[in-house]
């Protein structure tokens, strides 16, 4: 008689670990609608128009931003992203890059590396409503050091050639430091090696 309550118990275990598993993958695929529904509108929408196209799903604690952007100039992107995400957002390059992705990645990575060619500086700090991770308060835009003109160098001059009184001072000063140091003088060298 005790050994059917353990069954039952563990079977009710199993059976309540499968409920809560196929929930989360009722989520997931709910997401992956919505994250190919959000595509194919971008596709339409920018095949259509021709113009830059921006979306972008806040998520959750766990899976984080979801950002599709196509055609988009960087500052948009940038701008859109801090009305979204709450942060500040202080633009100082002048040059806007464009933006291709289809990406979802926590949000002080995903902004960090939303662009390959632009130096972005990101500020962020522990998040309250989501524990053990972060959010943005501020973004900087520099300047980009590959897009500055390259500086000439003027060639070195050639040295300039030791006057013999140098030459004999330099001599002078080895063999001193030959004699000091227990060594053979410097025309001696040959001769012990033969």
Not at 91 to 102: F, G, K, P, Q, Y
Request: with cysteine.
């Amino acid at each position: 008689m005790t050994k059917t309550p353990a069954r039952h118990g563990r079977s009710l275990q199993i059976e309540t670990a499968v409920i809560a598993m196929e929930v989360l993958q009722k989520r997931s695929a709910a997401k992956a609608v919505r994250s190919i529904g959000a595509c194919i509108f971008l596709f339409l929408a920018g095949a259509a128009s021709g113009s830059e196209s921006i979306v972008i799903s806040p998520g959750d604690c766990n899976s984080g931003v979801h950002l599709v952007a196509r055609g988009a100039r960087l500052s948009n992107v940038l701008d859109r992203l801090a009305d979204t995400l709450r942060f500040e957002l202080q633009l100082a390059d002048s040059s806007d890059s464009i933006v291709d992705v289809d990406v979802s990645k926590q949000a002080p990575e995903l902004v960090a590396n939303i662009s390959p060619v632009d130096n972005l500086v990101v500020a962020y700090v522990r998040s309250v409503d989501c524990p053990g991770r972060d959010r943005i308060v501020k973004v900087w835009t520099l300047p980009n050091a590959n897009r500055a003109p390259p500086r000439t160098v003027d060639a070195s001059p050639m040295p300039r050639q030791l006057t013999e009184a140098e030459k004999k001072l330099a001599r002078d000063g080895e063999e001193m430091y030959r004699r000091a140091h227990g060594m053979p003088p410097a025309g001696d060298e040959g001769e012990t090696a033969k």
